[in-house]
């Protein structure tokens, strides 16, 4: 099999499952593109533990994990089947690198995960492995996990991760009763996420709350973000950056999407 990138997607609000737009198009295309992979690791912000956490349930719950929202959202599920021999590969390669893992049995599938999948793989035909953001160890343990991963994308795995380059949902109500006008510093930190990105300058991204402009408003929590670091690190040494897509959803919803392969 070709060699797998590491993806770096967006997930946007739920609403995003309704409203695919060019987002959306953007990610059909780049999973169109790929080879047909054994199975997809993805990691969500969506489910944040103390230990990365690997779930290796072999039938995958479609977790609504939102609410308020149109109720057609709640009818929607993503059947993906888990792989419970996949896990034990993730589990097993975290592990070797000297970091800690859990597994988790029952987990499901959170919309961090299961929105822009069904958007990837509408067919539900890719097994599916769930890893958690473990957000207290910052962005050097999601990219220390993503680098113990990187090997598997030569066994056929996807390595995916999904968040949002911004995410700041109080700016969000603000945007919206100021009429719907997106703040500057949104498109300001995600061209600067994506100069250091082109620029292979994997140190000023994993130190980005220091280094970035804007970086304390465009994430007040780390979590959505630390998807991207993870699928730096998947992308192998020296990754080189593709920014497949760059849009703006929801005033304050930088969906910019990233492919990382190694120079």
Excluded: K
């Excluded at 419970?84 to 970091?99: D, K, R, Y």
């Excluded at 067919?123 to 958690?132: L, R, T």
């Excluded at 207290?136 to 994308?153: N, T």
């Excluded at 992308?235 to 930088?254: K, L, M, Q, S, T």
């Amino acid at each position: 099999m070709n060699l797998l990138p590491s993806l770096f997607v967006p997930h946007g609000a739920p609403t995003f499952s309704l409203r695919p737009g060019a987002a959306g198009a953007a990610l059909r295309r780049e999973a169109d593109s790929l080879p047909r992979p054994r199975a997809v690791i993805i990691a969500s912000p969506h489910w944040d533990s103390a230990v990365p956490t690997v779930g290796s349930a072999r039938q995958l719950e479609t977790i609504h994990d939102f609410w308020g929202f149109p109720d057609e959202l709640y009818a929607i599920r993503y059947p993906a089947t888990g792989c419970p021999e996949a896990a034990a590969e993730v589990i097993a390669a975290i592990s070797a690198a000297g970091l800690p893992v859990a597994r988790d049995e029952q987990r499901g599938l959170d919309h961090g995960a299961w929105v822009p999948l069904r958007l990837m793989y509408p067919d539900a035909d890719v097994p599916v492995v769930p890893i958690s953001v473990a957000s207290r160890g910052g962005p050097q343990l999601a990219w220390d996990i993503g680098r113990a991963l990187a090997p598997l994308r030569e066994r056929g795995f996807l390595i995916v991760g999904s968040g949002s380059i911004t995410h700041n949902l109080r700016d969000f109500q603000q945007a919206w009763r100021n009429g719907g006008q997106t703040p500057d510093y949104i498109r300001v930190f995600a061209d600067w996420l994506n100069d250091r990105a082109l620029a292979g300058d994997h140190a000023a991204l994993l130190d980005y709350r220091r280094q970035a402009p804007h970086a304390a408003q465009a994430h007040p929590s780390e979590e959505h973000l630390l998807p991207f670091h993870f699928a730096l690190g998947a992308g192998g040494e020296n990754a080189r950056a593709v920014r497949f897509h760059a849009g703006i959803d929801d005033y304050v919803i930088a969906m910019d999407g990233y492919r990382f392969l190694p120079q």
